[in-house]
Each structure stands twice: as structure tokens, then as C-alpha cells.
């Protein structure tokens, strides 16, 4: 079956860095757009950042230029690097697949706090 694994996430201090993990399995990795979603609390769930199966990427206005996601199709893992991190980025962050229907990681909880 299909499972999507997160991991890396922890408390930081505003302009900090933190590299988010995704390990997949029970599909065909490679063939597929990989994404990252994230929901603080009291907001909506939105899209962070996602990479084609092509390694084209697209992202959230408000994090690019600091947060880079990257696939290793070898290890079926998907990656978050964020960078000059900000208290507004605090949220639980998901991964999420969508194959023969969504798929969504248990989360990891990404809180930037002096």
C-alpha cells in the first residue's frame, strides 16, 4: 500500500534552517508529482512547494527564494529544504502525492520561534 512518510521537522529560531524528508513507497516513485503542503492553525492547507517527475518545481509565493524541494528517485524520497525560515512558516507540513487518489503523510510539525 501506499505510504508517505515525513520527517526532520522540530522547532527553530527565525532564520534558521530545517530539511524536511518524505520517505514513499508502494507506488511507482519516479513516474509521479511529489508536493508539499502545509496548515497552521485556524488557516487552510495550501500548497508549499511541488516537483514534476521531470524535476520541474513550482512554489508558494511567500517562500521562494528560501525554500528548495528536490527528489531522489533512487531512495523514493522527496525533500524540503527551508532556509531564512520565518515565524509565519510554522505549521504541520505534509506530503502528498496524487495517484490513483490523494495520499497524505501523518505530517511533521515545523514551529520557528525565538
Known sequence: QV???????????????????????GFTFNMYTMSWYRQAPGKERELVALITRGSNTNYL???KGRFTISRDNAKNT??????????EDTA?????AGISREYWGQGTQVTVSS
Open 61 to 63: 509565493d511567500s517562500v
Open 92 to 96: 504541520v507540513y505534509y506530503c502528498y
Open 78 to 87: 522527496v525533500y524540503l529544504q527551508m532556509n531564512s525560515l520565518k515565524p
Open 3 to 25: 505510504q508517505l512518510v515525513e520527517s526532520g521537522g522540530g522547532l527553530v529560531q527565525p532564520g534558521g534552517s530545517l530539511r524536511l524528508s518524505c520517505a514513499a513507497s
